[in-house]
């Protein structure tokens, strides 16, 4: 089977999204690490087992044991506790590239996060559910750094 170009062209999209979280700067940027890490789950009790070594070229990738898995992406950039960066195809498995930026700033007792994620792709059709995906995971994010604030974990 052949695929002319005209049946596949490349797709791009951007995800923006802005939340406010009722915790300080230290504890969002950590609860990030873990919500993209070990506890990054896209449906409810669904775990993807993924890992995030949080240093520069460290990999975001899901780990289905025995040496198989997903690679998402790269760590570009990291600053803690106020930047981080990631690049790669992340969920797509066709020719893609993807850049997702999360700048955290203090705002007195809470931190702003700011999310962007950028992406073209070779794609046969375009990716709408990561709209939904990254809403859910940018919740789980704030839900968690608030209940470790309340709890008084990280002081």
Not at 28 to 52: D, I, K
Not at 79 to 84: A, H, N, R, V, W
């Amino acid at each position: 089977m052949v695929t002319t170009a005209s049946e596949l062209s490349v797709q791009t999209f951007e995800v923006a999204k802005e939340e406010t979280i009722a915790a300080p700067i230290e504890i969002v940027f950590e609860t990030m690490l873990e919500q993209l890490g070990p506890s990054f789950e896209p449906a409810e009790g669904m775990s993807l087992h993924m890992v995030l070594e949080a240093w520069p070229g460290g990999r975001w990738y899901r780990d289905l044991g025995n040496k198989a898995g997903h690679l998402w992406g790269h760590v570009q950039v990291i600053k803690p506790p106020s930047l981080l960066e990631i690049y790669g195809p992340l969920a797509m498995s066709y020719p893609a590239v993807s850049h997702v930026q999360c700048r955290l700033t203090a705002d007195g007792d809470r931190t702003r996060l700011k999310f962007v994620h950028r992406a073209m792709a070779y794609a046969p059709e375009p990716r709408d559910d990561f709209a939904q995906g990254w809403a859910r995971v940018l919740t789980s994010i704030r839900e968690a750094a608030e209940r470790r604030r309340a709890s008084g974990e990280g002081r």
